[in-house]
DNA sequence: ACTTGACCTTGCCATAATTGTAAGGTCTAA
DNA sequence: TTAGACCTTACAATTATGGCAAGGTCAAGT
């Protein structure tokens, strides 16, 4: 925890990002190229690892990768205007907000057809006749 | 529209589904194998196209093509007991909500931290502060 | 030294649903 | 006969993540 060298393992322990992950991010060009050991394996200062929570709380909060690439380019710099990290976030919410309506229109008629349907032996099944329905 | 045979296109236009997700659903087994021309285009009857209505129903209601094939045989099958239908369908609210909720996490988080943000032309961001924040 | 086990490397495949593109064959109407 | 619309297959890209395989490396115990 005190030493500032991590090789992949200890950084994905350190940033709850998998070491799979972070070469992933590296390859797509979220990070930089990790500096490398004389026998090739990546290292990571603390520094990195401080970036890789960055990511992971991006991540956590449903940004996708260019999204982070963008909050990253912000993070690291020292005359941004809050004003763009504050739309960035908004646009955001109003992108899940979009999706939770979606989900929520799904589950609305989808309680509507459930509560039709007796769920018994039968075959008769209200649900199966809506989804068959021409409409 | 009265007549019997349709094309793919006119099947896709009658369906809302995409020629192109009809090939798609027939290559992963959703749908059988369509019939044929003599010149290898694909031909639907007016039942083909009834079922690709149902596909398009179902999957409104975001149910997974896995899903949605067990949902067409229980839908063939005359002796079905309704309950199996509304196990899936119970099932399947009970994942949309989870969706739900993690979206609505992220979107409370999101307007927790936004609201904290000035959103001017200084660098100084909550935002920013708590996604790099070790935690 | 040597072996073992844990960890690293790259590369490829798979997921889920959909779209795009490319190269080529077919149908229809002018 | 030709143009344009439509069909065919095959392959790639998307998004974020996980799995596997084959092989190199490191550290600890024998």
Redesign the interface.
């Known amino acids: 925890m005190q030493s500032d060298i991590y090789n992949i393992g200890q950084a994905a322990k350190a940033s709850g990002i998998s070491a799979k992950m972070i070469r992933h991010y590296e390859e797509v060009g979220l990070l930089p190229a990790a500096s490398r050991t004389f026998s090739g394996y990546r290292t990571y200062s603390h520094q990195d690892v401080?970036m890789l929570?960055?990511i992971r709380?991006?991540r956590?909060?449903?940004f996708s990768i260019k999204q982070i690439s963008d909050?990253l380019s912000?993070?690291r710099?020292?005359?941004?205007?809050?004003?763009k990290?504050?739309?960035m976030?908004?646009e955001?919410?109003e992108m899940?907000?979009q999706?939770?309506q979606e989900?929520?229109t799904?589950?609305s008629?989808?309680?509507r057809?459930?509560s039709c349907?007796?769920?018994?032996?039968?075959?008769?099944?209200p649900?199966?006749d809506?989804?068959?329905?021409?409409?």
């Open positions: 401080h929570r960055f709380h991006s956590d909060l449903g909050l912000l993070w710099d020292r005359n941004r205007p809050s004003s990290v504050k739309q976030a908004s955001h919410i899940l907000n999706k939770i989900l929520i799904m589950k008629e989808l309680t057809l459930v349907c007796h769920g018994d032996e039968r075959p008769d099944c649900i199966l809506e989804l068959a329905q021409d409409k």
